[in-house]
């Protein structure tokens, strides 16, 4: 099928198109486009030609296909005021021969006829019409997300172990953890809109409903019970565990560290502990043995800490494109190691450049970007790759975006290297005011990075207004002015001036005022700096900033002491409940190491040889 674009031409090209790009990427701007696009048409007319190829599509398509248009319609009907025809798709494909399709059937049918699907689940097994026990534990599944009306309570006696179990709040009770043995392998299967198995389930109520303790000695207990399902169920909780409480990590590596050597649970266990920095640190040798099975994870999971031992396979993971964007996060780690020799693993993601697939090149550019001036041997490979780019602004068409941001990745990669990347200057010289890259700032700050020309970086400051992105791009260069050469009488009065209303100013130009300016950090100004260490993604870089500053910046202790101490982990946003945990374990990081650099210098002895109360 040729790749097209949504277009006003017919409900077959709005569906095709759709089709297309969840065949290519379902994560992409692009698939949001064709998704949405297709949206609006069925919301515009839920029984015209778009809805009759999907109704018709979720009945005779071959397998993926229909499960994406199963799960495409129940979204759909999410939000509907007349959800019948929803629930007349969905209610023969209950008895569909494959298992995953009366999975994603069940969960449309509950989302369109809630009470059409209790009356199937509470109905007698024996019955006439009743689902199988597949298709049931689904509708079970679907339902119980939104249990507003003691469902769980009533399917607590039903006769299926697994519904039973699926609707168990907790893994309390020796009758739970029988049926837990029985049938916790049925939970979450494939086909089903959340394929979460019980220990995610239950993980998911303990954040809210009980402390860290109880929540550990659930862990210990099914961590040493017999059945793979409640090991797998220690695993999946321990994961929801630590993606919530910051001591999670420490408190249960005890408990899980036996599983790492499990034949059967062994790969889960390095998935969960491998997700957390402070789990990879405690258990490092551990995730060192080889194994086939637990490679890729175990080795980001190094990578990510900085272990070289990790950086042959990493190589193999880039050239392969198999990790997607985890593998930049784990060339940072491996980056950050002094004296490391990054040359592989250059070369590895230039071969990966040449991958297939709509983000296989921006991921090995992210790469790159990564190690830095180290990825110098990439610059006749990137200088190719720039000049082929297309002349003048993109357009605003899905895929002509994604080949925006990859420009952007490109020009950004580019100014990471620095001055090694010089051969690319005449091409990003060349590069029209609103080209690639330059939205973002990527493009004015490569050719400054790489040029180190306090003179492009002086023009190009001058030319900016104060749109919240003319001001980020202004801290990036009047911080980068600071760090080479330093800051004229005028580039302080614009920090002063920029920073005179403190809530709006950006946290960089705060930090230049305060560590090349002089000025002291007090009062709303010090506020709104602080404000950024729990938001933005901000919170390592003022920590790091403010740790610079040493004992002139004593007024921000008591907020960065309440920040350290904060039992849960702080919101980040990110789209990756993993990489937010580390996002916090590394700001927990920062302020910790900030606040010992503030009170210590502040407790300093005279005489004494930087040691530290």
Same mark, same amino acid.
């Given at each position: 099928?040729?790749?097209?674009?949504?277009?006003?031409?017919? /409900?077959?090209?709005?569906?095709?198109?759709?089709?297309?790009?969840?065949?290519?990427?379902?994560?992409?701007?692009?698939?949001?486009?064709?998704?949405?696009?297709?949206?609006?048409?069925?919301?515009?007319?839920?029984?015209?030609?778009? =809805?009759?190829?999907?109704?018709?599509?979720?009945?005779?398509?071959?397998?993926?296909?229909? %499960?994406?248009?199963?799960?495409?319609?129940?979204?759909? +009907?999410?939000?509907?005021?007349?959800?019948?025809?929803?629930?007349?798709?969905?209610?023969?494909?209950?008895?569909?021969?494959?298992?995953?399709?009366?999975?994603?059937?069940?969960?449309?049918?509950?989302?369109?006829?809630?009470?059409?699907?209790?009356? %199937?689940?509470?109905?007698?097994?024996?019955?006439?019409? =009743?689902?199988? #026990?597949?298709?049931?534990?689904?509708?079970?599944?679907?339902?119980?997300?939104?249990?507003?009306?003691?469902?769980?309570?009533?399917?607590?006696?039903?006769?299926?172990?697994?519904?039973?179990?699926? +609707?168990?709040?907790?893994?309390?009770?020796?009758?739970?953890?029988?049926?837990?043995?029985?049938?916790?392998?049925?939970?979450?299967?494939?086909?089903?809109?959340?394929?979460?198995?019980?220990?995610?389930?239950?993980?998911?109520?303990?954040?809210?409903?009980?402390?860290?303790?109880?929540?550990?000695?659930?862990?210990?207990?099914?961590?040493?019970?017999?059945?793979?399902? &409640?090991?797998?169920?220690?695993?999946? %909780?321990?994961?929801?565990?630590?993606?919530?409480?910051?001591? &999670?990590?420490?408190?249960?590596?005890?408990?899980?560290?036996?599983?790492?050597?499990?034949?059967?649970?062994?790969? +889960?266990?390095?998935?969960?502990?491998?997700?957390? %920095?402070?789990?990879?640190?405690?258990?490092?040798?551990?995730?060192?043995?080889?194994?086939?099975?637990?490679?890729?994870?175990?080795?980001?999971?190094?990578?990510?800490?900085?272990?070289?031992? &990790?950086?042959?396979?990493?190589?193999?993971?880039?050239?392969?494109?198999?990790?997607?964007?985890?593998?930049?996060?784990?060339?940072?780690?491996?980056?950050?190691?002094?004296?490391?020799?990054?040359?592989?693993?250059?070369?590895?993601?230039?071969?990966?450049?040449?991958?297939?697939?709509?983000?296989?090149?921006?991921?090995?550019?992210?790469?790159?970007?990564?190690?830095?001036?180290?990825?110098?041997?990439?610059?006749?490979?990137?200088?190719?790759?720039?000049?082929?780019?297309?002349?003048?602004?993109?357009?605003?068409?899905?895929?002509?975006?994604?080949?925006?941001?990859?420009?952007?990745?490109?020009? =950004?990669?580019?100014?990471?290297?620095?001055?090694?990347?010089?051969?690319?200057?005449?091409?990003?010289?060349?590069?029209?005011?609103?080209?690639?890259?330059?939205?973002?700032?990527?493009? +004015?700050?490569?050719?400054?990075?790489?040029?180190?020309?306090?003179?492009?970086?002086?023009?190009?400051?001058?030319?900016?207004?104060?749109?919240?992105?003319?001001?980020?791009?202004?801290?990036?260069?009047?911080?980068?002015?600071?760090?080479?050469?330093?800051?004229? #009488?005028?580039?302080?009065?614009?920090?002063?001036?920029?920073?005179?209303?403190?809530?709006?100013?950006?946290?960089?130009?705060?930090?230049?005022?305060?560590?090349?300016?002089?000025?002291?950090?007090?009062?709303?100004?010090?506020? &709104?700096?602080?404000?950024?260490?729990?938001?933005?993604?901000?919170?390592?870089?003022?920590?790091?900033?403010?740790?610079?500053?040493?004992?002139?910046?004593?007024?921000?202790?008591?907020?960065?002491?309440?920040? =350290?101490?904060?039992?849960?982990?702080? /919101?980040?946003?990110?789209?990756?409940?993993?990489?937010?945990?580390?996002?916090?374990?590394?700001?927990?990081?920062?302020?910790?190491?900030?606040?010992?650099?503030?009170?210590?210098?502040?407790?300093?002895?005279?005489?004494?040889?930087?040691?530290?109360?």
């Amino acid at each position: 099928m040729s790749p097209r674009t949504p277009g006003p031409e017919g /409900p077959a090209d709005c569906v095709d198109a759709w089709l297309d790009e969840a065949g290519q990427d379902r994560t992409g701007d692009a698939y949001g486009a064709a998704r949405s696009a297709l949206f609006a048409a069925v919301r515009r007319d839920g029984d015209g030609p778009e =809805a009759r190829r999907l109704a018709s599509l979720a009945s005779g398509a071959r397998g993926d296909v229909r %499960l994406w248009v199963l799960r495409l319609l129940t979204d759909l +009907a999410s939000g509907a005021e007349d959800r019948t025809a929803a629930a007349r798709t969905a209610l023969p494909l209950l008895d569909d021969p494959d298992p995953r399709v009366r999975r994603a059937a069940a969960w449309l049918f509950a989302e369109a006829d809630r009470s059409g699907a209790e009356q %199937l689940l509470t109905a007698p097994v024996d019955h006439p019409g =009743a689902p199988d #026990p597949v298709a049931r534990l689904a509708l079970a599944e679907a339902l119980l997300v939104r249990d507003g009306d003691g469902l769980a309570e009533r399917l607590g006696t039903d006769a299926d172990p697994a519904v039973r179990l699926r +609707a168990a709040p907790a893994p309390e009770g020796e009758a739970v953890l029988e049926d837990l043995d029985t049938a916790g392998t049925r939970i979450g299967g494939p086909g089903s809109r959340v394929t979460w198995r019980i220990g995610t389930v239950w993980g998911m109520k303990a954040r809210s409903s009980v402390d860290e303790s109880t929540c550990s000695a659930w862990i210990a207990r099914l961590a040493v019970r017999p059945a793979e399902a &409640a090991r797998l169920a220690a695993l999946d %909780l321990a994961a929801e565990a630590m993606r919530h409480w910051r001591a &999670a990590p420490a408190a249960l590596v005890p408990h899980l560290r036996p599983l790492l050597a499990d034949p059967s649970a062994g790969p +889960a266990a390095v998935r969960v502990l491998g997700a957390s %920095l402070e789990a990879t640190r405690l258990c490092r040798e551990e995730l060192a043995e080889p194994g086939a099975s637990r490679a890729e994870a175990a080795t980001l999971a190094l990578a990510r800490i900085g272990d070289v031992r &990790a950086l042959p396979e990493l190589c193999r993971i880039v050239r392969a494109g198999s990790s997607g964007w985890q593998s930049a996060e784990a060339a940072k780690g491996l980056a950050g190691v002094p004296g490391a020799d990054l040359a592989p693993l250059v070369a590895a993601a230039v071969a990966a450049l040449d991958l297939p697939g709509p983000e296989e090149a921006r991921r090995a550019l992210a790469v790159l970007s990564a190690c830095g001036a180290a990825a110098a041997p990439a610059v006749p490979t990137l200088v190719r790759m720039l000049a082929g780019l297309p002349a003048g602004p993109p357009t605003g068409s899905p895929r002509n975006q994604r080949e925006s941001r990859r420009a952007g990745n490109l020009i =950004a990669a580019l100014g990471a290297i620095g001055p090694a990347a010089a051969p690319a200057l005449p091409l990003l010289d060349a590069i029209p005011e609103n080209g690639p890259g330059t939205r973002a700032g990527h493009t +004015a700050m490569a050719r400054i990075r790489i040029s180190g020309d306090r003179r492009r970086a002086e023009q190009t400051l001058a030319g900016l207004g104060d749109r919240p992105r003319d001001v980020a791009l202004a801290a990036r260069i009047l911080e980068w002015l600071a760090d080479h050469g330093g800051l004229e #009488p005028h580039h302080v009065a614009r920090l002063r001036e920029n920073a005179a209303d403190a809530e709006r100013t950006h946290p960089r130009l705060l930090a230049t005022l305060w560590l090349h300016a002089g000025d002291e950090p007090t009062g709303p100004r010090l506020d &709104a700096l602080l404000d950024h260490v729990a938001r933005d993604g901000f919170g390592p870089y003022v920590s790091r900033a403010l740790a610079a500053l040493g004992p002139a910046a004593a007024p921000a202790l008591p907020t960065l002491r309440a920040a =350290a101490e904060q039992r849960v982990r702080i /919101p980040m946003h990110l789209g990756d409940r993993d990489e937010e945990m580390r996002e916090d374990e590394r700001l927990a990081e920062a302020i910790h190491n900030t606040l010992h650099r503030i009170a210590g210098l502040r407790h300093e002895k005279p005489g004494s040889e930087g040691e530290t109360a």
